[in-house]
Structure formats: structure tokens, C-alpha cells
């Protein structure tokens, strides 16, 4: 926060810290920046090499040694690392850095780093909260140095990006979320709290590895989660009324059934089925642009029929109808897809949040199928000619040559976006869609990839990950104390981002702002989520609408070192 005092000097941060144990808080450490004064007054002196630096070197030099490494594995365990040991030199080289450093801190890197997780386990950072401690959940939320928690992100590990079942391992998610809070959306690093639940895993390479350091016990499931969910979300809303909670990566079963038991209990939502909702909203709203088909004349076959995929079939159904298409006439024109074939009546029984999206089986009828007991994605590119072409499936390769191809044969311009994650789960990669669709496709990924070539130029290939909304929306509602998020600032987010598209200037311009301008990026969607709850009166302590923006940018955390005073 910008907080000067008249003569223009920061006031001084008070601690209690001195010697050894300032050096090693990674929230107050300066490493070799501390001053000579500094170091007289906190009992320094000869703990620290005598040379006396500064935050620029110390970004220089770390770049230049991350810069260094083989892998970007060991580059991600360098980056937790320093995050560990100096959070402002962690944030201040992230921050100046963020295209080179997003795809290490996070996806896609932060997968291999869950997989990895239990061998680079160094320092504690975040809650473990295990079942077998599920009677102390209050105690060990209650210490001290979590007292100015505001945002939450908590994970289960059960279906870490396309990787699945991670067990303790998919604490790495929650870091990584979090991280992006700050270097991208400007929250104060005290104010953020990653918590693993850990309920056993179902990941047999991981109860059977003798390092691995999560519960060694099999997923619970049924009441016992149900009970222990509730005890950690009781348990929250007593130690911060007003925090923000963010579900990550919850198997399908989970993730939509909570977000609907706890959204209107406290300020919730989730990520993977509202976030990727919202961005992949944002993206389509910018493509039409650039194919010059209005949103109400689309058809979308959609690959992955759990909570992402219903989720983006959800928020683009109220996109149709506020684009003037009635509501049962939006919810079919959505194709679901996902292991049984396409989602449709009489097929199998379907979870709830999938029931919207079942097709009607006269749809069906008289369509040629390659197999008639299943309808696969090429049979509902061939017979149901969707416009747009959605990847949530976390299956490799799924968009084969075949369908991609008959994607140009449903219109001119297809929007096809893999979005599943890691790169390695990508339904298809950039370069393939480009090369079969002969450059006509408009093409979005979950991951990043590198740029392709068109008309001799290079070309930026848009990665539509919800790390263009999270962070803004977490700004939005802790900058004006939002008490919960509606859809109707989801979509505010999805609209925001959608109006900062390059593309609406020159349909040849990229569909989303690069990744260097998160930051700015996330200011734009704070304002729209604040503003939007501000007008749902689901704020705690109404304002002025004049006033908000002003709240936002000084709620902004600036990593510098900030002067410190000896106290309590
Ligand atoms: O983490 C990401 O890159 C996007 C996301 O939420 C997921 O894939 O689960
Ligand atoms: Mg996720």
C-alpha cells in the first residue's frame, strides 16, 4: 500500500524481529539490502556479507543465475525457493518478469511441480489441514501470523489441472494461484493463505513411494468428506467472516456440488468451473470480432463434461440470452462430450450440474454415426456443425486431424480452443489446428505455447487460462469487502476482459492483452467486479461508485523494502 507520511517518507514497519530470525522471515528479509543502519539496530553485523545491495541487483542477479539453469523444474524450485526466503526480491523479479517467469511459477511448470512436490518440499508455507487433525482445525487456523488473512485458495489434489489425482502434492496449486494474487492482481502476500485438505489419495505411485509426505491413507469419500469439508468451512468463516475462498481443482464430483452448498454462505467460488468460464467467456466475445459471427448464431461442441465444461456451457448460456436467444434455445445448442460420447437422454445417468446440457434424443436421430453405441466428437462435428470447439477433457491429441478439419467444413472461420492443461494434456497443439485448418482457425489455449507464423510474422498465440480474471476478481472484492461473488460479476469480469481485447481495434490483433499486462489487466476487472457488486448491494460497507477505482489502485501491494523500526 502507498502509505507516505507528510514529509513523504514511509512510515517505518515495526518488528519484533531481530538477528537470525529477521533474515530468515521471508516477509521481512532483505537479504544483502539491509542497511548499515539497519544492520547496527537489528543485530546484523556480521551475519550478512559486508557488500551492501539494493532490490535491482538483487532482481539481476537471481535472473541471471535462474537464467542459468537446465530445466524449468529446477527453475521452478529456485523460484520457491526465493519465495521462501525473501517474498519482496520473489515478487519484485516475478513482477518485472512475468511472461519469462508465469509459465515457471505456474502453468505449466507448477504441474511437474506437484508431481515433484514431496522431493522439493524444503520449508513450510500455507496449511496442511489432514484429517487426522481435524479436531485442531480451529487451533491451527487461529495463530497469530494469519491474522491478516484475506484470500484463501484450498485444494483437495484430486484433479490437479489434467494430471488427476495428485494427493498432498497439489498444495503446488494453491501456491502457484496465489502467487499470481500478488504479482498479477496486487494483494498484499500476508493477506494470501494456501491450504491443502488433505483427505488420503487414490494416486497408487504416491502411497506406495516412501518419500511421499501427504496422509498415506486412500481417499475418503462420502459423509466422512462431506463432514470435513464442513468442519474447515465453519471453521474459516469464524476466524475471517469476510475472506475470500477459492476452490482449485476439485474432481468433478466436488467441485460444483460445494460451490453450490457453500455460495451463498460465505465469499466463494470456484475457479476451474466459474474463472475458466469467465476468460473463455471473454475470449469468444473477442473472437466474434474477428470472425464477424455474432455470439447468438454460434453451436458449441464442448470436450470434458466436468465442472469446467459445464461451467463455460453455463456462463455462455447467459451470454446467449442476454444476446437475445431463448433459454432453452441456448442451452441446445451446447454438444458435451466426454468418455461415454456425446452427453444425451437415455444414455447414462447424469450428475446435476450436467443435466442443463443432455441433448434431447430426437437431436440424434438420423445422424451417421462411425459407431452406433456412442457418439464420438467427430460424429457431433459432422452432424451438429458446431462454430466453436472447446477442449476441457485433459486428453492429449483429442482434437485429431479429423475433426479439426471438418470444423472448416461448418464454417469459415471455426474457433477451436484446447484448453486443457498442462501442455502436455493440450487437446491439440497450436501449430496442428493452424496447419489442418490452413490458418482459418481463431485459436485459444489452456497453456501457453510458443507464437506460430502467419504471413511471415510471428503470431501470439492466446492463452485463455483464468489467470486473466482470478486475480482481478480477488482485487475487486477484497479492495471493496465484496460479501459474496454473484454470476453477475463473473460475467462483469468475462465483459471487462472482452473490451480490453487487441482484437477489437484489428481483428488481426491478438484476442487477449499480453501476459506482461496482467497487472494493468486485473486493475480493469477489479473495477468491473467491484462496481458490479457495489450495484447487487453485496458489499459490507457501501461507497461512493466515484470512489472505487481510487480504493482499488491504492489497495495495490508495490513489492519495495519498506524501512522497519524495532517494537512489537
Ligand atoms: O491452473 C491453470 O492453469 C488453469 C486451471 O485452473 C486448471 O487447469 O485447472
Ligand atoms: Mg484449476
Known sequence: MQTHTQDGREPAVKTGLFGYQLLTDPRFN??????????????????????????????????QVLRSFETDIERYAFLRDLQDTNETLFFALLIENLEELLPIVYTPTVGEGCEQFSRLYRKPRGLFLSYPQRSNIERILSHPSFDDVRV???????????????????MGIPIGKLALYTGCGGIDPSATLPIFLDVGTDNAARLADPLYIGW???????????????????????RWPNVLLQWEDFAKNNATRLLERYRDRLCTFNDDVQGTAAVATATLLAAMNVTGRPLAEQRFAVLGAGSAGCGISAQLTHALVEAGVNAKEARGRFFLIDRDGLQVEGAKEYASFQRPFVQAAP???????????RISLLDVVRNAKPTVLIGVSGQKGAFTQAVVKTMTTNCERPIIFPLSNPTSRAEATPEDIEHWTGGRAVIGTGSPFPPLTRDGKAFKVDQTNNSYVFPGIGLGVTAIDATRVSDGM???????????????GNSKDSLLPPIASLREVSVTVALAVALQAHSEGLVAHPVATDEIEGLIRRAVWVPRYRPYTRGR
Open 490 to 504: 463473473m460475467m462483469a469480469a468475462a465483459r471487462a476482459l472482452a473490451a480490453v481485447s487487441p482484437a477489437l
Open 216 to 238: 498415506r491413507h486412500e481417499r475418503l469419500r462420502g459423509q466422512e468428506y462431506d463432514d470435513f469439508i464442513e468442519t474447515f468451512v465453519d471453521a474459516v468463516r469464524r
Open 30 to 63: 532483505k537479504g544483502t539490502a539491509f542497511s548499515q543502519a539497519e544492520r547496527d539496530q537489528f543485530e546484523l553485523n556480521g551475519l550478512l556479507p559486508p557488500a551492501i545491495g539494493n532490490l535491482d541487483e538483487q532482481v539481476s542477479r537471481r535472473l
Open 152 to 170: 484463501i485458495v484450498v485444494t483437495d489434489g484430486e484433479r490437479i489441472l489434467g494430471l488427476g489425482d495428485q494427493g498432498a502434492g497439489g
Open 363 to 373: 437431436v440424434v436421430q438420423g445422424w451417421k454415426l462411425e459407431q452406433p453405441d
